[in-house]
């Protein structure tokens, strides 16, 4: 059974840094056999998306909010997925979750909910004002 476990969240000031990640675990899988991607959902709205990621690393996506301030990468030897944030708003306030799905192309990325297969528990990022 695959596992996603996500750490690194907390409470950071506006205009601050947080980088939050994800390992995947259940042998024999590792993160380069997933496409990956990052969601988020604040209290009372959708999960939306962030950032993803293709399962080779070569191809990545961005939701516009983020672009120029979220970074996503996967570090394959060790399995884990991570999404660097710089220049936090308030806005960014929300539980974020890392999700996966195997595709047999490796360049292929998804950035809907509903595409994903495996989902994490969520990492809580809290920016204050």
């Known amino acids: 059974q695959v596992q996603l476990i996500e750490s690194g969240g907390g409470t950071v000031p506006a205009g601050g840094s947080l980088k939050v990640s994800c390992v995947v675990s259940?042998?024999?899988?590792?993160?380069?056999?997933?496409?990956m991607s990052w969601f988020r959902q604040a209290p009372g709205l959708e999960r939306e998306f962030v950032a993803a990621?293709?399962?080779?690393?070569?191809?990545?996506d961005y939701a516009d909010s983020v672009k120029g301030r979220f970074t996503i990468s996967k570090d394959i030897a060790e399995n884990t997925l991570s999404l660097q944030m710089s220049s936090l708003a308030p806005e960014d306030t929300a539980v974020y979750y890392c999700?996966?799905?195997?595709?047999?192309?490796?360049?292929?990325?998804?950035?809907?909910?509903?595409?994903?297969?495996?989902w994490g528990q969520g990492t809580q990022v809290t920016v204050s004002s």
């Open positions: 259940g042998p024999p899988y590792s993160s380069n056999s997933y496409a």
């Open positions: 999700a996966a799905r195997r595709y047999y192309d490796s360049t292929v990325y998804f950035t809907q909910t509903s595409e994903a297969t495996y």
């Open positions: 990621i293709s399962r080779s690393g070569s191809d990545t």
